[in-house]
């Protein structure tokens, strides 16, 4: 469960002229926009700014920097550690940028950091193809994506990064850089599961993968009570008893046959004056 305690938020002052939408704590459309995901995550951020493109984007993070306000980037609010929400601070808000293009000739695709995982999948599904996300058809591709991606078809074609060609973000500077194997590589390679604070990413390039069918569900086998004595039946339980056979329960008193019982006391018979020894209470004989 996440603290619920409040920040003291700075003034925000006048905002940017923005293409897309500022949502405050007392508008209407506050408690929605700020759930995420998680129930346990109830934070209160001083806006919410859903983005409308880049522009907006670059704005609202020299809104942040210049006014020390603590910013926090969402997609599909599906970060465990609550990282797509702030108390007090900015959440830029990327679910209104959500556009996906296709090549299917190349098998690549151009989506923006805003969409879900179920509108990449069915944009992609129209033309056999598919890229490995996670289980939840809500999650958001950028969050996703940045976290290494774990999904149905890791083990077909490796994490979400594993299909990742290039990215588009814009830094904390306000520079709006594009970055892959040759442009910038250890900015790309730092993206790729390594988390946030490199940038806010706006687009991602994705490799697309053939996939023409695919069968999903859940497999149960049955197991009928029968089936678990089969171990039992291949060694019987009287066969267990083998080794007892081998040495049954009377060939064990063989020791004790060689040492009979009655041989035990020779040692009494050789000594039997330990009969006559003195017990506690009574006194010793006296010679005759």
């Not at 990449?120 to 289980?135: I, N, Q």
């Amino acid at each position: 469960m996440q603290s619920t305690t409040e920040m003291p938020a700075r003034s925000l002052g006048t905002l940017p002229a923005l293409r897309g939408s500022v949502i405050r704590p007392e508008d209407a459309a506050y408690d929605r926009a700020r759930a995420v995901f998680y129930g346990g995550i109830d934070k209160r951020p001083a806006a919410i700014v859903r983005v409308a493109d880049v522009a907006d984007v670059q704005r609202v993070v020299a809104m942040a920097r210049d006014g020390d306000h603590e910013l926090a980037v969402r997609s599909g609010g599906h970060s465990i550690a609550g990282h797509g929400t702030t108390n007090g601070g900015v959440v830029l808000d990327l679910r209104d940028m959500a556009k996906v293009e296709i090549d299917a000739v190349a098998c690549t695709a151009w989506v923006e950091t805003g969409a879900t995982a179920l509108q990449v999948t069915k944009a992609a599904a129209e033309h056999g193809l598919v890229v490995g996300f996670g289980d939840s058809g809500s999650v958001g591709v950028g969050g996703i994506t940045l976290g290494g991606g774990i999904g149905f078809l890791v083990r077909k074609h490796g994490l979400t990064i594993d299909s990742l060609l290039a990215a588009e973000l814009v830094t904390a500077d306000g520079r709006h850089l594009h970055t892959d194997a040759e442009r910038y590589p250890e900015l790309f390679w730092a993206i790729r599961g390594g988390g946030g604070n490199f940038g806010v990413v706006t687009r991602l390039k994705f490799r697309l993968h053939e996939l023409k069918q695919f069968t999903g569900g859940v497999l149960v086998l049955p197991a009928p009570r029968h089936c678990h004595s089969e171990r039992r039946r291949e060694a019987p339980r009287h066969c267990h008893s083998e080794r007892r056979r081998e040495a049954p329960r009377h060939c064990h008193s063989e020791r004790r046959r060689e040492a009979p019982r009655c041989c035990h006391s020779e040692r009494r018979r050789e000594a039997p004056e330990a009969r006559n020894r003195t017990r506690p209470g009574r006194e010793a004989p006296l010679p005759g």
